[in-house]
């Protein structure tokens, strides 16, 4: 591991544990096991690596969803493939987190709340998910009222999985990745 990604899942880690605000960057220098100089070669400050976290730890996974995979698949297909999705997040999280969904969530909604652009990208990921499904569902014959619902049911049912492992976290191994959800 480079020394920028090994100072990046310090902080991660750090983040997690103790929250932005609590950790502070002799914290994160020591923790790194570089020296300053190492450490300000890459990052200038604990905004600055903070930003890096949230981009590389966070936003990275709704940044990198190719729409284009869904623009063909009827609903049905669609939901599978988004379910897929939600599984590799899944996983993802539970293994940078160490399985520490809710430190992992109050780190996401601490940023959500403080930080503009990172909020811009979670809504828009949303509102663009939210979208796609209500398209899908109204070339089924679904009226735009039950399309609407329907959409937002389905994020739901998603994102309250994730949330009640935030609470539960002890139950995240035996749930074998969303295949009976």
């Known amino acids: 591991m480079n ?3 090994k100072i990046a899942q310090t902080a991660f880690d ?3 544990t103790n929250g932005y605000k609590a950790s502070t960057m002799s914290e994160l220098v020591k923790q790194s096991g570089l020296s300053k100089g190492a450490f300000y070669h890459y990052f200038k400050s604990k905004q600055a690596v903070y930003d890096y976290v949230l981009e590389h730890y966070f936003l990275k ?9 869904f623009a063909e698949l009827n609903y049905k297909s669609f939901e599978a493939v988004l379910n897929s999705y ?4 899944l996983n993802e999280i539970r293994e940078l987190s160490h399985n520490n969904f809710s430190n992992y969530f109050i780190l996401f909604f601490e940023a959500y709340k403080n930080n503009a652009e990172f909020k811009k990208t979670i809504r828009e990921f949303y509102k663009r998910l939210e979208n796609i499904i209500i398209k899908k569902l109204l070339s089924e014959q679904i009226t735009k009222e039950k399309a ?8 739901a049912k998603y994102e309250g999985f994730l949330f009640y492992l ?3 976290p002890e139950k995240s191994e035996q749930i074998n990745i969303l295949e009976d959800f």
């Open 14 to 16: 750090l983040f997690i």
């Open 148 to 155: 609407k619902l329907m959409a937002i049911k389905l994020i």
């Open 3 to 5: 020394s920028k990604l």
């Open 61 to 69: 996974y709704y940044q990198e969803v190719n729409w284009q995979d």
């Open 166 to 168: 935030a609470i539960f």
């Open 86 to 89: 939600y599984s590799s997040l």
